[in-house]
Structure formats: structure tokens, C-alpha cells
């Protein structure tokens, strides 16, 4: 007898009948004798509706009654799908994040999560009885409820899993697993059985948004195995393995893109050692994330131009936090650029095959586009480009790295949210 | 500087322009100097939404669930008026009943305040800050969600006001005040200015549905004084007082009637002590709430009918209760009415003015209206009658009791729910 935890996102629990199905699929894993957790994220569509409650209520929300709004929907849900189990005679019951608790820390909107009680739930397995948590939410040190950020059921579930030691996690999607890219800008692209951590975490991070980042890092630490399923069609997923799991013959494993960042450029930056620290330090303090930095300090110059990307919702917070740096600093103008798109290559066997990094930059060079900033990491290259070239530059090097299947499974069901 | 609790039902807070709205009344008075504690209810329509979501996903949906989904409509509501006000830069901020807490006994769906922590809420009046609290809800001692069954947000309202001792309860809602009848059967209705907590009490719990009958004896109880004004006009509203603070100039001060109850006669019920408390009893365990009892006991005969009304929906439990009773009782056939309504006449100068029930028999009696059953009390007399006839009732003895006014005020604000 195995401890489950299954997560059901927003698609999986859209509507009554969406729910009575997840309430099937957790009757199947049931019977089969396996002890399970559930988690559950707030019908589609739902969580949208109460964000743009709150935005046109107030111009400037105040994160920790966004939060108080915004976590309602996975309540209504944790309570529906408890219910739609008690219908088929399975002892359930719902539990919200203060209930658990699942304690995070005071970021509102963002908040990470710093224990969980299991107890609890631990007690409530012991009964027989399938515990079905909110997913999304957390409860603060003052006790006030937190969210997680967007796709932030995932991270409940991972969390989860961890506290409890399960076997396994299992996040059911509006897709049928991991794809080699988006299916809607490229065809051919096709499903992975299986991945590593590691590359999902680049495919998550890069706007894949199959999985949650902060999940899949979660995981990672406590090596949580985790399975993407599809919740609408019986299909094997995708199985998130350790890196060590995997054989050395799969080099390239993903072409991903996102829309969402914007490029700052600082003309002027000093080469003290300090500056840099000082202003993305400044920059974390404000709850705003660096992704990609292109710094190139030659120690023969003094000044240098400093370029890093943020996300595009991020800017208002980035732009107050460099304006007020800029008086000590005085590191020349700032230049936004909001037109960037970044395409990533993710692989394990990216850094040790450097062809593999040849093919990138001739490929490009080769439909002409134009590469704006290039940033490195074992296991992935990632690239800006204007974005009206995003979708070219995704689908060449598709080709190029010969990921393309004959067809792509099901590509009607893979989402991106740029 | 006053205490002031503000309570904004439903259609008080139907959308953003009507939660802007109710901003705008709480910074009116806070500007006045007072302190406030906001008490809101769910949008109009979203718990309707709710209960039919629990409805649709099971037909015996379990109480402790349906409170987690219906209770979540106010909590959206708490952080979005927290919000509007935070945008008019008055310090808010929202509080669930698990947070302040509000604790109840186990009824789930009906559940009964036991006690109010108001520490919490004190120190943030001390800080400035609005609390803005969601209704309906509270906590159960084993720390689950409870909610009071329609209309609880006014629970919430009094008994906070009760706790805090506020100097003044304010309910604003879809009406202008508490009228002498349905104005929209009774067209000339008038607007009382002032009424007592006991002819309130019969008023509301017999199908005005202008105040929770529960919040009424709340207020009785720790002598809150109650308002009701109306959302969407500037108007006087109605005070709810003592009986001793009420001039006995006005004898009859409404009539009102309701069509959601059935009638149930058991033809034969032994005259033995003890046997009707058996019934009740059964009744009561069951969650039946009994209103009329209309029993003729005479102690020349054995067996003698026994009726009494409940609320249609408590049909099917009452029925349940009955037939296992019938095993050891055997008290006949159970005969089922679902087509009656009640009217009833309510008053202070009732019971001292006897000529005033004599109208009551001889009005009715003049239309023909047959009465299937009357009940009395120190402030009212409730009849049953074919509920084809009540209107007609209503409107005869509106005029015969000479509570007919030049025109009433807004009849179409006036809400009755059946």
C-alpha cells in the first residue's frame, strides 16, 4: 500500500462533471488499496475572475488581501470534490491551508512555504478517511493567508508529498505530459516519457508552464517522483526522474520560449566590486526576480553596460527600485526593452557535447535572427530575440536538433501561458 | 467616538460599483470619528451559485462540506471592501470567523455562536484599522467551518455588536425599512419608524425575511440596538427597540405571511403524557424546527388529531422521524399539507385588546377564507389557511386593521423570499 498524493489543477475540476471525474479517478487509485492525499487547485476560469475583482476594485492591491480573495476558489473545490467522493461512499474531507496548517512565509502572493503539520492528515489516513487540501494557500506567521503564486497547487502537492514521504505525486493536466516544445507553434514536437528534474525545472522556469518552477525545485530536494498526467484521456504522462536516471543517449530534450520578461539595460555601471550586488540586491528586496544577466565587466574599463531580464509584471517594482538606486549609483540611462522573447534549448547533454551549442547559433544565424543575449547553465542555453522571431527561432531549432515526431500527440491540449 | 458595527447584505455588495459603494458609507462615518466593525456578505447570487454547485455534485450533500463551499462567498467579499477601503487610504483589513475566532457549537449549516474572541479585533481598532469581517461563518470546536443558514450574516453583525459592546448595530440592505406588510401584495403598505425586538421577531420569523429571526433574539438578548436602513437611498430606516421604549398609541404594527411550510396532522395520538414531548423530542433531534401546534387534548377521549407546520424543506426528515415513531407511537395515518400559508397578525396592544383578534375572525370570515389552524402568542396570532387565499388575507386584514398608507415607499425594494 502506497501514500499517493494526486493533484487535480484547474482544467481537471472545471465544472460538476469535471469534478465527479476527478472523483473517479481517485475511487480507481482507492480501490486499487493505496492510501491517498489530494490536492485540489479552484475551477478553471475561477482564480481570473476573482484576480480581476480585485484590480477593479483598487488600481494597487495590497498583497495580502489579494490573497484573502484569490485563495477563496480553492476552497469551494476542496469542499466539491470532498462531497462528489462522500457521493461514491469514499470517506473525505476537505481541509483549507490554516486547517493543516501549511505554514509559509509572510511573502503574500508569493509566499514559500516553511513546514507543514501532518499530524493532522497523518491522523485522518489512519481513519480511512482521504484528506483533500486546497492547494494554493498558506497560512503567514500572523497568521493571515498566503498564496503561492500562479500554478501554485503544484507546489501544495510537491510540498505535501515531501512532509509525508509519499510514494509519489501525481499531478493531473490539461495536458498529456512534457513536450519536446509547444505543440502550437511546433507540430511535430512530442511527448517525453520521461525527464529530469533538472530539465524540467529549465522547461518549467522558461515558460513551458507545464509545472510549477518552485514544484519541480521542491521535488527536487526531496526527491519527490513526480508523474504528469493528463486528466482527460488515459495516457502513460510524463515521469520526472533524477538525472542520474537517465541514460546518456537523449541529448537535447526541450525547445522552449516565453513572451513574459522584459530587458533592462543600465548603460553605465561601474566595475566596482559591490555595485552589482547593491542593485540586484536592491532589486530581490523589492520581490523582484533577475532571470538572465549579461554583464560583460572588462577590468580594463570602468564603466560597462549592465543587462539582465525581469518579468514584464515586475517592471513598475524594478523601475521604482532603479530610480531610487540611481542616486547613489549613477549608472547612466536605463533602457527598457519590452519586445523580447527567450527561446531555450534544454538538455543533459548540452555542456559536454559543444556541437550541440554550435547548431544553436548557426541556426539562427542562419534564418537571420538577431540573438539580443545569451545566458548559460549545465543544462540549458537560453537566448533573447526580438519576439516577432520567437516562433521562427523555435521551431528551426526544433528541426535542428532533430526533435521533431511524426505527429504530435494531442497538441490541442498543451497549454502556454505567456 | 461611537462603536458601530455596519453590516452590507448581499445586494449591498452585488459588484464593484456596490462594494465601492459601501466604501464610501464606512468612510462617511469614519470620518465622523467613529469606530467600526464591517460586517459583509457574499455578492448576491454567488451563494445561490454555491449551494446549487453542492447540489449538483451530490443529492445528500453532508453539512460539514456544504459550509466549506458556501462559506467562501463572503471571504471574497472581506478582501475586496478591505481593499476598496484601503484604496480611499482608510487602514482595513479582513478577518475570517476562523481568524477572529468566532466559535459555534457543531450545527453545521444552522450553527449557533458560543463565543466571540474579541481581543484581536480590539487591538486592531486600537491600531486604526477597520476590521472588515466575513459573515455567516464561524468555527466549530473541532475547527472546522460552521455556517448560521441564510441570511447569518446578521448573526455575525449582532453578535459582534453584542461582544464588542457597539453602541449601534447598522444592517443595510435591499430594503428601506421594515414595512407593515408586503408591500408587494399590500401596495399601500407603510414604513415603520420604530418597532420592537419581540414584533420584529414574529415579523422575521414569519417570512419578512427583512432580519434573521436569530440575529433578532441575539439583539434582544444583549439589548443591541438595531437598525435597518436601506443600501441604495438615504432614508431614516427602522429602529429596533425595546417593547418598553414603544408608546402604546400603535396596537397593530404588521401583517405578514409566508408560504414555505407544510402541515402535518397525525390522526390519532394517544392522550398519554409523554407522548407528544416523545414527538417533538424525535422532531427536534432531527434537526425539525416545529412552528404552529394545534392539539386539542381532551381528556374524555383516548386518541385525539395532533397537527403542527415545519418548514417544507425539513419535509423528508420529518417524515423519516415519523415513520420510525409510528413503530412504537402508532398514532395513525400522517396526513401531509403542502398547500397551506401562514398569515399572521402582529402587535404589541394583541393580547390587551381582545377586540382585535374578534377582527381578525369576523375579516376573514366575511372573505370566506377558511382557517385550517390559529396560533397565538403575547404579540401575534398566526392562522393557516389554503394558500390560494392568503393575498387576499393579507390585504383584508392590512385594511382592517387600518395600517393601509397613502402609498408605500418603494415597494420594489421590499424582499420577500418564500
Redesign the interface.
Request: hydrophobic fraction near 35%.
Given at each position: 500500500m502506497a501514500l499517493i498524493v494526486q493533484k487535480f489543477g484547474g482544467t481537471s475540476v472545471a465544472d460538476?462533471d469535471c469534478?465527479?471525474n476527478a472523483a473517479r479517478r481517485i475511487a480507481f487509485e482507492h480501490k486499487r488499496g493505496h492510501q491517498l492525499v489530494v490536492v485540489v487547485s479552484a475551477m478553471a476560469g475561477v482564480t481570473d475572475q476573482?484576480i480581476q475583482?480585485?484590480n477593479?476594485?483598487?488600481?494597487?492591491?495590497?498583497a495580502?488581501?489579494?490573497?484573502?480573495?484569490v485563495?477563496?476558489?480553492e476552497?469551494?473545490t476542496?469542499?466539491?470534490l470532498?462531497?462528489?467522493l462522500?457521493?461514491f461512499e469514499i470517506s473525505a474531507?476537505?481541509f483549507?491551508a490554516?486547517?493543516i496548517p501549511i505554514r509559509t512565509d509572510h511573502l503574500h502572493a508569493k509566499a514559500r512555504v516553511n513546514d507543514i503539520c501532518t499530524s493532522l492528515l497523518e491522523e485522518t489516513l489512519q481513519q480511512g478517511i482521504i484528506p483533500v487540501i486546497s492547494g494554493f494557500q498558506g497560512l503567514s506567521p500572523s497568521?493571515?493567508?498566503t498564496t503561492f503564486g500562479r500554478g501554485g497547487s503544484d507546489i501544495t502537492a510537491v510540498a505535501l508529498a515531501a512532509a509525508l514521504g509519499a510514494s509519489r505525486c501525481d499531478l493531473y493536466k490539461d495536458v498529456s505530459g512534457i513536450y519536446t516544445a509547444d505543440p502550437r507553434i511546433v507540430p511535430t514536437a512530442r511527448k517525453l516519457d520521461r525527464v529530469s528534474y533538472e530539465e524540467i525545472l529549465e522547461l518549467a522556469s522558461l515558460g513551458s508552464q507545464v509545472l510549477q518552477h518552485r514544484a519541480i525545485e521542491l521535488a527536487m530536494s526531496y526527491r519527490v517522483p513526480v508523474r504528469v498526467f493528463s486528466s482527460f484521456e488515459e495516457s502513460t504522462g510524463t515521469e520526472i526522474v533524477h538525472e542520474d536516471e537517465i541514460m546518456e543517449k537523449a541529448l537535447i530534450h526541450g525547445i522552449t520560449h516565453t513572451h513574459s520578461e522584459a530587458k533592462i539595460t543600465l548603460t553605465q555601471v561601474t566595475s566596482q566590486p559591490g555595485v552589482t550586488a547593491e542593485i540586484f540586491g536592491a532589486l530581490a528586496d523589492a520581490g523582484v526576480t533577475v532571470d538572465m544577466i549579461i554583464h560583460n565587466n572588462l577590468e580594463s574599463r570602468d564603466l560597462s553596460p549592465l543587462a539582465f531580464t525581469i518579468a514584464r509584471m515586475d517592471l513598475p517594482q524594478a523601475q521604482a527600485t532603479l530610480q531610487k538606486l540611481k542616486i547613489s549609483l549613477d549608472f547612466g540611462d536605463t533602457i527598457v526593452d519590452q519586445m523580447t522573447a527567450k527561446i531555450s534549448v534544454v538538455g543533459i547533454g548540452l555542456r559536454t557535447h559543444p556541437h550541440l551549442t554550435g547548431t544553436l547559433f548557426r541556426t539562427l544565424s542562419q534564418r537571420g535572427i538577431e540573438i539580443l543575449g545569451v545566458a548559460t547553465s549545465e543544462i540549458k542555453i537560453s537566448i533573447l530575440v526580438h519576439q516577432d522571431f520567437a516562433e521562427l527561432a523555435v521551431r528551426s531549432l526544433h528541426s535542428a536538433y532533430q526533435l521533431d515526431g511524426e505527429t504530435a500527440e494531442k497538441p490541442m491540449l498543451y497549454a502556454v501561458k505567456a
Open positions: 460538476i469534478i465527479q476573482l475583482y480585485v477593479a476594485t483598487t488600481p494597487h492591491p495590497r495580502e488581501e489579494y490573497d484573502v480573495v485563495s477563496s476558489g476552497q469551494v476542496s469542499g466539491l470532498a462531497l462528489a462522500q457521493n474531507r476537505s483549507q490554516w486547517q497568521g493571515r493567508m
